[in-house]
């Protein structure tokens, strides 16, 4: 099996920096993209920032320039390093992965977290 937990969610005020974690555990052969999503409430999920295997990195236009994603590939973990937030910045941040399995049977496949919470507020 394999398992995708995010961490480091909270309240904080505008202008305030967080940082997510995400940390993959498992049967894994390999972690190929790995990602942070975002679900603010009554919108659909948004892709908030992307990060390859040779560390190509893609962002929302929405947070350029104040967020960056980061990977740690011995600790299977990758990060969101957030400042300035704002509050439309609120949403449950979800971490993706692609991820090769050992076993054969389940092959490359993409996995979530479970999400965690960020709200910005005054």
């Known amino acids: 099996q394999v398992q995708l937990v995010e961490s480091g969610g909270g309240l904080l005020q505008p202008g305030e920096s967080l940082r997510l974690s995400c940390a993959a555990s498992g049967s894994i052969l390999s972690i190929n993209s790995m990602g942070w999503y975002r679900q603010a409430p009554g919108k659909q999920r948004e892709l908030v920032a992307t990060i390859s295997s040779g560390d190509t990195t893609t962002y929302a236009d929405s947070v350029k320039g104040r967020f960056t994603i980061s990977r740690d590939n011995v600790k299977k973990m990758w990060f969101l390093s957030m400042n300035s937030l704002n509050p439309e910045d609120t949403a449950v941040y979800y971490c993706?992965?692609?991820?090769?399995?050992?076993?054969?049977?389940?092959?490359?496949?993409?996995?979530w977290g479970q999400g965690t919470q960020v709200t910005v507020s005054s």
């Open positions: 993706n992965a692609v991820i090769v399995a050992i076993s054969p049977i389940l092959g490359m496949k993409t996995y």
